[in-house]
């Protein structure tokens, strides 16, 4: 049996659960002895885990840039070191100027380099791999379908809710499109739903506030009547793996995002969710669903079925066993 252990940055990134902690039972049940670890903060705990490694065929880095010497150490102990990302990670954030550019590019490009195989969460992230190394695959983020609560359909449900989920600190990303927000809520009745772990108000708009939690959101993002994912277009941007289109979508919730990035490898315009270049495409775009709810839940039900084509963690899951197993034979 393959043994494969995981080496993530922290228990609570939304990357170590999505890429690591929720594909193991798959990797599993295909055959693979998979753990995983957090990278280890004290010295007595970062040696323990570097005299495990040549116990294990494959060790995976998530995401994490080791500076040299401890990168140095895992690529000498690691019998095969793969490395995976989703994120911009070579880049500090969307927001104006990054200092530490020069030094997040450096650790990116040596660790990129050293590693057998990188797996990139979309094409722009791969490309950007491609300049250090030919040893690169694609494998977008896997999202949660299975017992999952879907939409349930009311035509005649008001007010119109439409709901984001995500992180406080990209709450900008949602207060982007306050306008054609506060236009919709003088024609229309409508409540924003904003799932995080951060508040967000909008004058003009009815906004409820709820926790974010890991058991309650798909939950309240079933109760969504669309759910959007409105992003700045940046190079920061462009590496995100538009994870909040593919929970809306598992959900059978409508989605309109920005036309930008993997957003438009994920969803096919007017068939699987609505893509919008600005804040007019985002007003009508929003416009339609509210007053076709026939065409909102056509949608909704196109984009859960392609979840489970192409992004559930079952089909994801077995996609990264292909991958694994091909490096060692």
């Known amino acids: 049996m393959l043994k494969v252990l995981f080496v993530f940055k922290k228990q609570q990134l939304g990357s170590s659960r999505i890429r690591v902690l929720n594909l193991l039972p798959e990797l599993l049940t295909n055959g693979i002895d998979a753990e995983a670890l957090p990278w280890p903060t004290t010295f007595s705990a970062k040696t323990g885990l570097l005299t495990r490694l040549p116990s294990y065929d494959v060790v995976i880095l998530q995401k994490k840039l080791l500076p040299l010497i401890d990168l140095l150490l895992l690529r000498k102990l690691a019998k095969r070191l793969i490395f995976d990302f989703d994120d911009a990670i070579f880049i500090r954030n969307d927001r104006a100027g990054d200092p530490s550019c020069k030094v997040r590019r450096s650790r990116f490009a040596r660790t990129v380099a050293c590693a057998d195989l990188v797996i990139a969460g979309n094409p722009f992230l791969a490309d950007e791999a491609l300049r250090y190394t030919k040893q690169v695959t694609i494998l977008p983020s896997a999202v949660e379908i299975t017992g999952v609560p879907a939409k349930k359909w009311n035509i005649d449900t008001k007010p119109h809710v439409i709901g984001w989920v995500g992180y406080g600190h990209n709450l900008h990303h949602l207060s982007a499109i306050g306008e054609p927000l506060r236009r919709l809520a003088k024609e229309y009745p409508l409540e924003l739903r904003v799932v995080s772990n951060c508040n967000l108000q909008l004058d003009g708009v009815k906004v409820t506030n709820i926790p974010w939690s890991l058991e309650g959101q798909a939950t309240e993002i079933a109760d969504f009547d669309i759910g959007v994912m409105p992003l700045p277009k940046n190079r920061y941007t462009e590496g995100k793996c538009s994870y909040k289109a593919l929970q809306y979508m598992a959900a059978g919730v409508p989605v309109v995002a ?26 009508d775009k929003l416009k339609l669903l509210i007053e076709s709810p026939k065409l909102a839940k056509h949608i909704g039900d196109m984009g859960r079925a392609q979840i489970e084509r192409e992004f559930s963690i079952e089909v994801v899951g077995t996609k990264l066993v292909s991958r694994l197993v091909s490096r060692i034979s």
């Not at 315009?269 to 270049?277: F, I, Q, S, Y």
């Open 258 to 283: 920005t036309n930008w990035g993997y957003n438009n490898y994920v969803i096919e315009d007017r068939e699987t969710g609505l893509l919008a270049d600005n804040n007019e495409q985002f007003y």
